[in-house]
């Protein structure tokens, strides 16, 4: 059995996905977390369901992508039944789509979502009323709770055609038989609009010709349906009176006009210093395990080479892989928890006016803020945005946001040459980033071709505690998604920079990596960075940020003696190191609350390259390398992503044009701070 | 519905709290009336908001929305092909 889901943005499709198939479709609190077809295969009472999860759209007739693409696999590749899932706090604005999918001819269910979040705001929906109106079964559910799963199921198994059908004006509906086109949706679409996909033909553009004489069709449709779904929901809803939401509540401060502002910055401090406080204590546990295996494999007493490949090659860059699940994992959380509760879609509001400047909608922001986390699927994410200007100018801002792989090595030069002030350096690195991805954003407007307007309805979601189970699934899949890439690539990046050091044999200062990164210093010496180590790790950091700190510690520290560690002595340091993250995660809870404090705590292993650091170059010219690092390229992935959905063009012009403001931004940053 | 939209909007913009309390009905049913004016070309919204002050608005003593802290509503108007139909409605 085919089913499809199909309603407005932000109405939980996903959500009831999730909790019938137990799939793990991406959820937000934020229109258009579903920018794609998704499909899902599960078992339901012995019938196999393939379900497609359909971007969110308020009609079938739209012109953005997400409308385009619900509505060529409604027509051409029709499911055996529709699942329609309305918001019921927002019935008159739902049903209009309701009203269109009635028109298609399919079995469908209507599920009635948002069920609590309705009544906490006294609206009160008579589903038996609307599934008598309508025809069909009228399921109320929480879906992200997994309320009124089993009734879905049930319904489906059951699905009927709708019954109820707008009630056209006569010379509209007489021009509908006439045209003998099914289903009516397409009939009433031909006669009223020019959709894409829908060609008209030359008969039925006379009788177009012949009812435009009337009325205009477009706007005698429009009203047909308007009255159909205020019918529809005045007979199926009571509105009670009910005092201030608490979502009014709060909104009272996090929209203020003066407000607002402080308190969204202070909002991604706090999320910062969560990533930040709360990932160091397991960072220098893997350094402990890391350790231990380097003092487990000396005691196998191999041969230097092979000795060294194990350690420094393969079990660094598992290292360098691992050591980025805590701060991935962290940040992930607090982006799924903002996305879940509503309050990244706050942001959207927050900063429509100021994003108005850059001729951008506010909800730009969104995929802007994710490119904090990751640059990748932020740049697919943009294709919430309905104009495709939009869409370029921003996925050309968002290599520019500082994605958490340049957090590590912002965090570790923050230790090493700013001390109290890095988590300050740290925070002002992501608002340069913000600033240059909009400035490049605005000076786009003067060479990508901007449509007529922009989107008109801007969705503000009620605030929802979100399940943890959801964030931290969520927060899981991102990171496992990300390791799952990258893992490869970072792993092989630094064996083959390991072998780089090997080649041709001697002195680290002689190999063939040594030559090549002193090559590429002349052109960074304006910026202070003389040392070929700082400028080797830019290298493979083009493949992978993650890759930067990694290459700086084979390169800074070479092959250091490894002691051998017994089996017993092993156990015992893994055990205590266990102990003490437990200890320094505890100690962290009171920090963040705390007054800021940046005191970062240390560990031997990472201490080395601390103190190797220093001595590589000064604090003006660790700045400026933080600065160029921060903006020189995307990964190989994101420029990647950009040419799959803009084209090669896109991705070459932006690598260019960040090599060329990355040197600018790091040279002034050596010239002011020198 | 329709015809009364296009005719608060005929003087003025407005913004969709405002056209709500107008046409004294909900806020979804004025959205989604908008959403398919913008679409077929009948309307579009003004490159401000509410927050831009309410120094010139006709109706401020209708609005309850001057604190600011509640979301910036688009202000919507129509365009000329909304005005034609208009005339031709009228």
Redesign the interface.
Known sequence: MRVATVGNPNVGKSSLINALAGSDLQVGNWPGTTVDRLAVRFELDGTSIDWVDLPGTYTLAGATSEERITRHELLNHPPDVVVNVLDAGNLERNLGLTLELAELGLPMVVVLNLIDEARSHGIVVDAAKLSERLGVDVVETVASRGQGAEQVKKALLQARKPTTQTTYPPFLAEAIDKSGITPTWKAVTMLSEEVEGIVVTPALEQLRRDIGQVQDPFLAVMEARLSSVQSLAHSSQVQEEVGKTLTQKIDSWVLHPILGFPLFLLGMLGVFRFTYLFSDPWINYLDVIKGVLSGWIASWHLTPWLQSFLVSGVLDGAGTVAAFSPVLFLLYLAMAFLEASGLLARTAFLFDRGMKALALPGRSLIPLLLGFGCNVPAIYSTRILPQASDRIRVALAIPFMACSARLTVFVLFGAVFFGKQAPYVVLALYLLGLLLGLVTAWLTLSFVPKESDRTGVMELPPYRFPSWQAVLRQAWLRTRAFLKNAAGLILGSVIVIWFLHQVPGGPVENSLYARVSQALTVPLRPLGIEDWRLTGALIPGFIAKEVVIGTLGVSFLGEEPVAVVGAAEGLKQLGVGFGQALKDTALAVPQWFGVPSAELPTDETSSDLRAALAKACSAPAAAAYLVFLLLYTPCVATVAAIAQEFGRRWAVGLVIWEMAVAWVAGWLTYVILR | ???ALLQALAGESLAVGTLSRLLQ??R??V??????????G????S?Q?C?SGCGGCSVRSLCSQT??????D?I?HLTDKGRI?LR??D
Request: aromatic content about 8%.
């Open positions: 519905m329709t015809q009905c909900s979804g049913q959205e989604l009336a908008l959403y398919h004016l913008r679409r077929g009948y309307v579009t919204p490159p908001s927050s604190s600011g802290s509640q979301p910036q688009d919507w139909r031709a409605l």
